[in-house]
T-cell receptor, first 116, second 114 residues
């Protein structure tokens, strides 16, 4: 099956610092990747759609200047949490799609972010 | 916007027995995809099964099968011969071809009793 990696898996940082999370599709190319945030025992909340070669599309209520997304190649998307604060602590997951419509999403293992 | 509803927050099943997880969705589109994903305690989302809306035949993957009722907008997951490793959160998901977006249900937490 398709493999999507995410790095780092765990990050602890001080309030005010920026954190970059990488999402890579290892054995396929994806023009679109998705970034989600998940709180404990809840469903995935879509944050933004990352488009290769163009600007990301953000969901309502998600600050684009806070969560910077760059989709530099067909296999790599990055999410940068700028000036992180404790309320940004969460589990972040990316996904990339395969199929005629990139409809079948394969997910990265997630990144646990803790901001102190 | 499309909505996906999972009305069972928690379910339990005896090991080796069969359990069915419910999912309904709301859409005006005719062409779409439906999925079940499993999220074990590791929190890695794992694809369990997928169904194309234009196919009438229900998808199956080993012990996992779906009951896809397009007119009723229902997409339930049946797990046969349940195993301890099946214990996880299960999410139903809808993919819109036109919107290029995924919609997730709220999830069902499945416990497998030894």
């Amino acid at each position: 099956g398709a493999v999507v990696s995410q790095h780092p898996s765990w990050v602890i940082c001080k309030s005010g610092t920026s954190v970059k999370i990488e999402c890579r599709s290892l054995d396929f190319q994806a023009t679109t990747m998705f970034w989600y945030r998940q709180f404990p025992k809840q469903s995935l909340m879509l944050m933004a759609t990352s488009n290769e070669g163009s600007k990301a599309t953000y969901e309502q209520g998600v600050e684009k200047d806070k969560f910077l997304i760059n989709h530099a190649s067909l296999t790599l998307s990055t999410l940068t949490v700028t000036s992180a604060h404790p309320e940004d602590s969460s589990f972040y997951i990316c996904s990339a799609g395969r199929g005629a419509y990139q409809e079948t999403q394969y997910f990265g293992p997630g990144t646990r972010l803790l901001v102190l | 916007a499309q909505t996906v509803t999972q009305s069972q927050p928690e379910m339990s099943v005896q090991e080796a027995e069969t359990v069915t997880l419910s999912c309904t969705y709301d859409t005006s589109e005719s062409d779409y995809y439906l999925f079940w994903y499993k999220q074990p305690p590791s929190r890695q989302m794992i694809l369990v099964i997928r169904q194309e809306a234009y196919k009438q035949q229900n998808a199956t993957e080993n012990r996992f099968s779906v009951n896809f009722q397009k007119a009723a907008k229902s997409f339930s997951l049946k797990i046969s011969d349940s195993q301890l490793g099946d214990a996880a959160m299960y999410f139903c998901a809808y993919y819109s071809n036109t919107g290029n977006q995924f919609y997730f249900g709220t999830g069902t937490s499945l416990t497998v009793i030894p």
